[in-house]
């Protein structure tokens, strides 16, 4: 890693441009392991994939493979996926329920917050073993926390609370959970799992770029203008067409949106969408019966407050991107340089109608879809970034798009001086030079 | 997948015919003609590649694919377009279609099971995808067509490159 210096790295992130093996060198990918990926908060799940004690799910924080369970005592632990003996994971499966964790290899026994509990044959490790067996747990991840239902966890054992590494992101959880009647959002509906050849980072610029849809999204775009329009009464399709016409949504659009950003690389966008059918805060009489509802837990007034919210997605850097409008969750996994996989999540707002869930199905689909007309473009357009940002003519990427009309905003946040300005990625790479160059 | 419902054996004839629809179809899609291969399917078909194994139903779980016929002529549709990245080129498929046998029939429809093996290629890239399908044919005007087609993909849970062609 000799390579990389601090100073190196420094001369490589530059206020409106990046050099290219930020995206496609294996030496600064294995540092971003260590340096970001083992530092920065990450999003392990969510409570409602755990509810009971002895429930686990498995997941990765980078690289690492990890198992989040929800202990004997009701807290929730997140640990290294890896036998404290010859080094076998303990767990495979992706969601299950279980007293203790059995390793396959020797029979090594651990408690659901990693404590080893037995070792066969426990004579043969030697005579202190029973004394060691304390110090022979699963790894706990140091750092663990919840915000809202959403669980965190931190492989670094310092560092700023969650809350500090939130800041003003945490609205953007608010807005999800906060639409739900029974203020509560639970996982549900299954999760997609896609990947594709290019650096983690790609599909996190993507999600803040709304100068992309008109161009990568111009062939779906135009195949549901050309589709019947929705009518009455509502047909199944009809959410994925409009949701595909209104990424064609016209330039002034995207302009005129804002954008913002936080500390610690997060962002969000406001949203896009003029179609009243896909946005709840607008009048359209399909959502009646979840305003009610709404209003009747939170208040009218309140309600209105919530609804007023039109927020697309929000980024929170380095692993993961949400939205509350559809109630879509995506975890960001690297596995390589220019290897990443992304699951996504779909969310149900306890208390509200059925209809608001199958919106929610249905838009997993157009939009998220291993086989979607929307997300198969964009993952095409990742491979031959990737592709590009191998070659060894051109340093530089540019990312000048806005760059000088940045602006401090309320709330300790920026704005972007228009809503297609690339102030989310220069603040994604500003982040990483200094997760990248701290000691 | 329902188990085999019917006790009695069907008919030679009946067998023949769905496996020829079968066979067309899958011939279609390695051919590209999707405008014919979507000809096959009444108006009120259903075309679903379930997310999960033994999935109940497209609407509490999503879904690879779960398309109506209006999402189907989408799905065809997007291929004409000139800046279709991921399907620019088309990906080319080898769909081998067997194990074919008549589950049963509810009256106006036959309920038909078969195995597929789709080798997929495009850009350098090469895979395999194994499913087992069942489709729900009926006796039309125009000749017997597929109401309803359900792939259930071995790897459907699996963590998957972008899929941008049709089982
Ligand atoms: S590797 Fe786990 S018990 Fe030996
Ligand atoms: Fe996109």
């Known amino acids: 890693m000799g390579m990389f210096g601090r100073e190196q790295l420094a001369m490589m992130v530059r206020p409106d441009r990046v050099h290219r093996a930020l995206y496609s060198d294996p030496a600064i990918f294995e540092l971003e392991m260590q340096r970001l990926f083992g530092r920065a908060w990450l999003v392990v799940g969510h409570e409602s994939q755990i509810p009971a004690a002895g429930d686990f799910l498995t997941t990765r924080m980078g690289r690492d493979p990890v198992i989040v369970t929800r202990h004997a005592d009701g807290t929730v632990k997140v640990m290294i996926n890896r036998c404290s003996h010859r080094g076998s994971t303990v767990c495979e499966d992706a969601r299950g329920h279980c007293a203790e964790f059995v390793c396959p290899y020797h029979g090594w026994t651990y408690r659901t917050d990693g404590s080893l509990r037995f070792v066969p044959l426990a004579h043969g490790y030697g005579r202190d073993v029973e004394r060691k067996k304390s110090e022979l747990g699963l790894v706990n991840v140091p750092r663990v926390e919840s915000y809202r239902g959403f669980l965190f966890a931190s492989l670094a054992a310092d560092g700023p609370t969650l809350s500090d590494f939130l800041g003003p992101l945490s609205s953007s959880f608010d807005d999800m959970v906060d639409r739900a009647p029974d203020g509560e959002v639970e996982v549900a509906g299954g999760v997609f799992k896609h990947a594709y050849h290019g650096n983690w980072k790609l599909v996190l610029e993507n999600h803040l770029d709304g100068l992309h849809p008109n161009y990568v999204h111009a062939s779906s775009v135009q195949a549901a203008r050309d589709a019947p329009d929705p009518a009455q009464p509502e047909r199944y399709a009809d959410i994925a067409i409009r949701q595909m016409r209104q990424n064609g949504a016209p330039e002034a659009i995207w302009e005129s949106i804002g954008i913002w950003t936080t500390d610690f690389g997060h962002g969000y966008m406001a949203d896009y969408h003029s179609d009243s059918r896909l946005v709840v805060g607008m009048d359209n009489p399909v959502f009646a019966g979840y305003r009610e509802r709404l209003e009747h837990k939170i208040g009218k007034e309140r309600a209105a407050k919530v609804l007023s919210v039109t927020r697309w997605n929000s980024i929170v850097y380095p692993n993961c991107s949400f939205m509350g409008q559809f109630r879509q969750l995506r975890i960001v996994h690297p596995l390589a340089v220019d290897r990443t996989i992304v699951y996504t999540y779909s969310f149900r707002l306890k208390g509200a109608p059925e209809q608001m869930y199958r919106d929610t199905i249905a838009f997993a689909n157009v939009v998220n879809g291993t086989a979607s007309w929307v997300l198969t473009d964009d993952l095409e357009v990742y491979e031959r970034v990737q592709k590009g940002l191998t070659a060894q003519a051109g340093d530089w990427v540019y990312l000048a798009r806005g760059y000088g009309g940045d602006a401090d905003d309320a709330g300790r946040t920026r704005r972007g001086a228009t809503g297609t300005s690339e102030l989310p990625i220069r603040s994604q790479f500003a982040a990483w030079l200094r997760y990248m160059t701290a000691e | ?167």
């Open chain 2, 1 to 167: 997948m329902g188990a085999i419902e019917s006790t009695g054996v069907a008919s030679d004839a009946a067998l023949r015919e769905a496996e020829q629809l079968l066979f067309r179809e899958a011939w279609l899609l390695d051919q590209h003609r999707l405008d014919e291969w979507l000809d096959l399917f009444t108006e009120d078909a259903t075309y679903w590649v379930p997310l999960e194994r033994g999935q109940l139903d497209p609407w509490n779980t999503s879904s690879i694919i779960f398309d109506d016929r209006t999402l189907l002529q989408i799905r065809v549709r997007q291929y004409t377009h000139p800046r279709a990245h991921a399907r620019l080129p088309a990906a080319r498929t080898c769909h081998q279609v067997g194990n074919v046998m008549i589950l049963g029939s509810d009256g106006s429809e036959l309920r038909v099971g078969s195995s597929l093996v789709l080798v997929e290629y495009r850009k350098e890239r090469q895979r395999v995808f194994g499913a087992s399908v069942e489709h729900r044919l009926r006796r039309t005007p125009a000749g017997l067509r597929v109401a309803a087609k359900r792939v259930d993909l071995v790897n459907s849970e699996a963590e998957l490159d972008g899929i941008a062609f049709l089982f």
